[in-house]
C-alpha cells in the first residue's frame, strides 16, 4: 500500500508541476538572490499525503475492527485491507483533487484532517459510528452538553491526528497554475482517484460485499468518506425544496364525555426520561436498589411497570419527534417535513399544555405549545453547579400552571417534564450527593478510563434519582384532590455502558444494541383518573408484560386524555382494552 502511495504521489506531484518556463526570468544571472520563500508544493503531492495519513491514521478504528473480523483473517485479510485501503485514499483523493482551488484546497483538507480525528477519538472511545443521524445529533447538541465530551483525553488526540497535520498542510506554499490547466489538472486526478477506487472495490468485490452485507457498522467507520457523506445528506434533508410547509393534523380534536359539566379537571403528567435504559431499573428484575420509592408504590399496586418497551429510535434529536408523532417508527421520518404532534393535537381539543425542559430542548414536538427552559434557573440548592438537577422542574409548578389560560386549565393540564435524566458521559453530574447510593462512581467524561463497576456506580445513581422525581411528581399530583390526575414515563432511548466495548448512544437502529432501544415505562392513575375512565390499576398491571413501543405513547396520552380525534388508533391505546366508558 506505500509503494501504491508514493507512485501516487510522485505521479501527483509530475500532474502539479509548473512548466519551469512560466516562472523562470527571461534573462537568468548567477547573481540572481536566493528566494526567501518556502519550496512549493504541488498540491496533487499534498492531497497524496494527506491521503496516506487518513488512511492509516485516521483510520485506526476501521483497521482495528476489520482485523478483528474472521472473515478476512490471514493472509487473504491482509490483501484485502491494502486493497480496501487504496480504495479509499482513492476516493478520497478524487474529492480532494475536486476542491485543489486556490483558497480551498488546504482548508478542505485540514477539514477532512480534523473531522477524521475527532471522528476516530470518539469512535475509538465509546465505540459510536459516524452517520446522518448521529451527526444531526452532534449539530443538536448545545455548548453544555459539548462541554461534557471535552477531555484531556479527547484535545490530546484531536491535537495530535488532527490538528498538527491540518496546521502543517495551511502553511504549505501551493505552487500556482492558470485557470484553464488547474480546471483541466482537477479533473483528470479527480477522474483518476475514482478510477482507483472503482478498481479496488472491484478487485476485491467478494471480499467486500461480504464485510459490507454482514459487518454494516464497518461502512459507516471510513474516514473521512462517512462523515462527508453523512453531512451531505444531512444538508440534503435540509434544502428549500425539502423544507415542506407545516403539516396540520387532528384538526377534529375534541374533548370526550368525561368533560361534562362539573367534571374536575385533568392533571395528566408526562415525563421524557433521557437515556434511561430498562436493564437498570429494579422494577424491571435489575439487582440493585435504584427504584427504591418507586418500587414501594409498585408493591401497593399504584405503579405499574411495562417491562417490553422498545424506543423510536437511539437519539434523542429521532426518538423525541418520533414518540410524539402520529406515525409510528415504521412512517416516521426527518425527511417528511415539519408536522404538528401529539401537544398540538391535545391543545387543540381545549387543554391546557406547558413543557418543561431541563435538557437542550424539545426538537419541535412543544413549538407550539407554552414551554419553559430551567438553563436560566437559579435555585440555590438544584442549579448551584453549572446546570440544574431534574427536580428544579417540579419547582414553582403551581405557579407554572396558574399562568396558563384559565378557559383551558378549567377542562384540564398536560404537563410534560424533558429531564436531564441520564445523560453522559458525564453521568456523575446527574445527581445531587444525597442520591449517590452507588460509591465509588466514574467521575470523569473519559468512560473507558473509568472502573467499569465506577462507571455503572454512577449510571446506576442517576436512574435512582430518576426514582425520586417521579416519585415526588406523583406525590404532588395526590395532592391534587379537586383533580382527576394521571402520569406516565417513559425513556426516550437507552445507553450502552461497555458492553461489546460500547458506549453512549446513537447507532443505527439496524446495528444498535438492545441496550440502546430498550427502554423503561410507568404509569400511576388517581383514584379519580381510574374512576373518570372506568378501569383499574389492576387491570393495566395485567397488560405491563405485553410488547409495547414509542408508537403506543401518542394514542395513549390521547386514551386518557379522553380526546376524540380520526387519528386515534385503539389497538395502540395500552389503556384501551382496560377503559369503560367514561363516567
Known sequence: MGAAVTAAASKAHILGSVNPTETATAHPTPMTTPSKHPAAWSRFTLAAIVCLWLITVGNINLW??????????????????????????????????????RGVFQLVAAFFLISAAASSHFMLSYGIVIDTSMLANVVATDAREAADLMTW???????????????????????????????????????????????????????????????????????????????????????????????VIGEDAALGTSYNAGARPLRLVLVVGETSRAANWQLGGYARATNPELSALAARGEVQYYRDVMSCGTNTATSLPCMFSAL????????????????DVLQRAGLAVLWIDNQSGCKGACDRVPNVNTRAATHPELCSTGECFDAVMLDDIDARINALPQAQRDKGVVLVMHQMGSHGPAYFKRTPDAFKDFRPECESAALPSCELSSLINA?????????????????????????????????????????????????PYSLAPIEQKHVPQISWLSGNMQTRLGLTAACLQAKAGEPYSHDNLFHTLLGLADVSTALYQPQLDITASCRQAPQ
Open 64 to 101: 482495528q475492527t476489520l482485523a478483528a473480523l474472521p472473515g478476512v483473517a490471514g493472509a487473504r485479510g491482509l490483501w484485502f485491507g491494502v486493497v480496501f485501503g487504496v480504495g479509499i485514499a482513492g476516493a478520497t483523493f478524487a474529492l480532494l483533487a475536486l476542491s485543489a482551488w
Open 153 to 247: 483525553r479527547m484535545i490530546a488526540f484531536l491535537s495530535a491526528v488532527g490538528v498538527l497535520p491540518a496546521l502543517w498542510v495551511v502553511t504549505r506554499r501551493v505552487t500556482p497554475a492558470p485557470l484553464f490547466r488547474r480546471l483541466w489538472q482537477n479533473s483528470l486526478a479527480a477522474f483518476l482517484g475514482l478510477a482507483v477506487a472503482v478498481l479496488s472495490a472491484l478487485w476485491v468485490f467478494q471480499d467486500l460485499a461480504s464485510v459490507m452485507r454482514n459487518h454494516k457498522e464497518v461502512r459507516y467507520m471510513i474516514n473521512p468518506l462517512n462523515g462527508v457523506y453523512a453531512a451531505i445528506n444531512l444538508a440534503a434533508q435540509q434544502l428549500p425544496h425539502h423544507r415542506k410547509p407545516l403539516a
Open 328 to 343: 409510528g417508527r415504521g412512517d416516521y421520518s426527518p425527511s417528511n417535513g415539519p408536522s404538528e404532534g401529539l401537544l
Open 459 to 507: 449510571y446506576d445513581n442517576t436512574v435512582r434519582y430518576t426514582d425520586h422525581l417521579l416519585a415526588s411528581a406523583i406525590a404532588w399530583l395526590s395532592e391534587q384532590s379537586e383533580s382527576d390526575a394521571a402520569l406516565w414515563y417513559v425513556s426516550d432511548h437507552g445507553e450502552s455502558l461497555g458492553e461489546n466495548n460500547l458506549f453512549l448512544h446513537g447507532l
